[in-house]
Antibody
Framework: EVQLVESGGGLVQPGRSLRLSCTAS????????MSWVRQAPGKGLEWVGF??????????EYAASVKGRFTISRDDSKSIAYLQMNSLKTEDTAVYYC?????????????WGQGTLVTVSS | QSVLTQPPSVSEAPRQRVTISCSGS????????VNWYQQLPGKAPKLLIY???LLPSGVSDRFSGSKSGTSASLAISGLQSEDEADYYC???????????FGGGTKLTVL
């Protein structure tokens, strides 16, 4: 059974940093792209970024709203994906979901974690 | 403002059929597959339809997807109270070089 478990969320002040982790199980983690999607309170879904599998270069893509501030990485030996968030803003407050993508790219988002809440506030 | 356009809400009676539209452009829906997600209250989204019209294992065949040009639709037949949820469409956008979502549609079963 595919499982994705996010951790690392919490309350953080504007301008500070936070790192989210996504621990995967039930599939060969290194074969798949991994994405992060967020959902602000009462709002819709917003793609944050994704990382390709090593077979496809292991490269990353980001939404314009987080580019230069957020970094996605992966440790295939531990089946963990990370979302490093720097220079956090109040508008980054959201539930952050970790998602398994396809072998060749991020879509479709076929398995989602339960999400972890990040609150950016002073 | 979402790149893909969905109606904010739809409603229909139990056992009836409802459709939810998703409108985009040539850089997203017109050239790439559409996927649909169901988000039950307080839960994480779940893949409902992928590659325009395919159902993941375990998803009821009351759900179906279609696409024509730069628009896509999700249809739900035999509506049940448990179908009350938010529904989102998503597709790759060639111009933005990333996935884009619709704003979501809240389905109410009357």
């Amino acid at each position: 059974e595919v499982q994705l478990v996010e951790s690392g969320g919490g309350l953080v002040q504007p301008g500070r940093s936070l790192r989210l982790s996504c621990t995967a199980s039930g599939f060969t983690f290194g074969d798949y792209a991994m994405s992060w999607v967020r959902q602000a309170p009462g709002k819709g879904l917003e793609w944050v970024g994704f990382i390709r599998s090593k077979a496809y270069g292991g490269t990353t893509e980001y939404a314009a709203s987080v580019k230069g501030r957020f970094t996605i990485s992966r440790d295939d030996s531990k089946s963990i994906a990370y979302l490093q968030m720097n220079s956090l803003k109040t508008e980054d407050t959201a539930v952050y979901y970790c998602i398994r993508g396809a072998v060749a790219g991020p879509l479709p988002f076929d398995y989602w974690g339960q999400g972890t809440l990040v609150t950016v506030s002073s | 403002q979402s790149v893909l356009t969905q109606p904010p809400s739809v409603s229909e009676a139990p056992r009836q059929r409802v459709t939810i539209s998703c409108s985009g452009s040539s850089s997203n829906i017109g050239n790439n597959a559409v996927n649909w997600y169901q988000q039950l209250p307080g839960k994480a989204p779940k893949l409902l339809i992928y590659y325009d019209d395919l159902l993941p294992s375990g998803v009821s065949d009351r759900f179906s997807g279609s696409k024509s040009g730069t628009s896509a639709s999700l249809a739900i037949s035999g509506l049940q109270s448990e179908d009350e949820a938010d529904y989102y469409c998503a597709a790759w956008d060639d111009r933005l070089n990333g996935p884009v979502f619709g704003g979501g549609t809240k389905l109410t079963v009357l």
